[in-house]
């Protein structure tokens, strides 16, 4: 019975201090979660020609159909037309969300934004004005891991150091 009563009070100790200890890193954990969640990814590119007015669409991979394209009031960000940021050495900072299929059409984001309806896919197609315009691109993490998005990735693009960027194209 003694033994009995000594392994129950040892299993109970062990579970109220492994208990306690789980119950601090859960409560570590809440504080950090934040920096696990998703967000807009930073996506700088170089093109062959200054298409910064321009709308940006996706195609699919052989560029034979659209796989994504704004509504005529999509064309914002932070409450302004979302015109790529200007960065150094031709690089321009997405904000419209792009990808390595991105092709740009003959529309300014000014000129889509006053259309009474969004183009069809069909007429998207046949407004594209080049299918193939990225130079290079590359994915710099969430944009929400920079204090000052534009001077950091400018400092990093007057350096050369891309190093830390996932090469897209």
Same mark, same amino acid.
């Given at each position: 019975?003694?033994?009995?009563? $000594?392994?129950? #009070?040892?299993?109970?100790?062990?579970? #109220?201090?492994?208990?306690?200890?789980?119950?601090?890193?859960? &409560?570590?954990?809440?504080?950090?979660? +934040?920096?696990?969640?998703?967000?807009?990814?930073?996506?700088?590119?170089? #093109?062959?020609?200054?298409?910064?007015?321009?709308?940006?669409?996706?195609? @699919?991979?052989?560029?034979?159909?659209?796989?994504?394209?704004?509504?005529?009031?999509?064309?914002? $960000?932070? &409450?302004?037309? *979302?015109?790529?940021t200007?960065?150094?050495?031709? =690089?321009?900072?997405?904000n419209?969300?792009? !990808?390595? !299929?991105? *092709?740009?059409?003959?529309?300014?984001? &000014?000129?889509?934004?006053?259309?009474?309806? #969004?183009?069809?896919?069909? &007429?998207?197609?046949?407004?594209?004005?080049? *299918?193939?315009?990225?130079?290079?691109? =590359?994915?710099?993490?969430?944009?929400?891991? =920079?204090?000052?998005?534009?001077?950091?990735?400018?400092m +990093?693009?007057? @350096?050369?150091? $891309?190093?830390? $960027?996932?090469?897209?194209?």
């Amino acid at each position: 019975m003694r033994r009995f009563l $000594f392994f129950s #009070t040892i299993i109970l100790i062990s579970g #109220t201090i492994v208990s306690c200890c789980s119950a601090k890193n859960a &409560e570590n954990m809440k504080s950090d979660q +934040k920096s696990f969640l998703p967000g807009p990814k930073a996506i700088i590119y170089q #093109t062959k020609m200054d298409y910064s007015k321009q709308v940006p669409i996706i195609l @699919s991979d052989d560029r034979k159909s659209i796989e994504s394209y704004p509504d005529v009031k999509d064309v914002y $960000f932070n &409450e302004s037309l *979302a015109y790529p940021t200007q960065l150094h050495k031709g =690089y321009l900072l997405d904000n419209r969300g792009i !990808n390595a !299929n991105v *092709a740009f059409i003959k529309l300014t984001y &000014e000129e889509y934004s006053k259309l009474p309806k #969004t183009p069809t896919p069909a &007429e998207l197609m046949k407004m594209i004005i080049d *299918a193939q315009p990225i130079v290079s691109m =590359y994915s710099c993490g969430l944009r929400s891991s =920079y204090q000052d998005i534009g001077k950091e990735l400018n400092m +990093k693009i007057d @350096s050369d150091d $891309f190093s830390m $960027f996932v090469k897209i194209k």
